[in-house]
């Protein structure tokens, strides 16, 4: 049986030191992780907040999307659309799939589904197509919005310490494209959509 909320904290704080802190993952050491082992010191671990706080678009909370449909939308049918991040990424290319409804993931009907994996297989494609692309990652976080977004991210070729999941946490540290050239393989993204 899963454990609540408490029960999980309280599991989780058995492996902390005195000041509640975890030690540093594993993943600290592997190659592609972008900070140095030695200089890490993990936060403590903070107590569950329950109820949690609403997200955007939850309650009387507003959805940014649904308040603004049409911002940043660089590829688009009736059901979906594609937007660009408004300042461009340290990565190569990055963009989100969204739905035109105010839908989260578990809200999606099957046709929707459906046509949700096709988009995303269409997204792989197109960007991996671009020069210089290692490799795609596709993610679905969703603590900050309670509309979909379905995140693409690209490693540039040849960089394999950027690789897998941590690329995000590259993306926060690599200087962002030029807007012109991130503007330009949103353009021929769209276009291969």
């Not at 409804?101 to 671009?130: C, F, Q, T």
């Not at 070729?157 to 897998?164: D, F, S, T």
Request: proline share 9%; charged share 25%; aromatic share 6%.
């Amino acid at each position: 049986m899963a454990m609540t909320p408490e029960e999980y904290y309280a599991h989780a704080l058995s492996a902390a030191d005195a000041e509640g802190r975890l030690p540093v993952p594993a993943q600290a050491g592997w190659e592609i992780f972008p900070f140095e082992a030695e200089s890490l010191r993990v936060k403590p671990l903070d107590q569950p907040i329950l109820p949690e706080p609403l997200r955007n678009g939850e309650g009387d909370k507003p959805c940014g999307r649904c308040a603004d449909p049409d911002k940043n939308v660089v590829w688009g049918n009736e059901r979906w659309v594609l937007v660009r991040f408004q300042t461009p990424p340290g990565v190569p290319f990055m963009a989100m799939l969204m739905p035109r409804l105010h839908l989260d993931l578990g809200d999606l009907d099957d046709d929707m589904s459906a046509e949700m994996g096709r988009l995303i297989v269409r997204l792989d494609r197109a960007i991996s197509a671009l020069p210089g692309i290692g490799r795609v990652h596709i993610n679905k976080w969703g603590d900050g919005g309670a509309h979909l977004h379905v995140c693409a991210l690209a490693r540039p070729a040849g960089l394999l310490q950027l690789r897998g999941s941590n690329l995000a946490l590259w993306d926060d540290l690599l200087p962002a494209l030029p807007e012109d050239v991130y503007a330009a393989d949103l353009a021929m993204v769209a276009a291969a959509m």
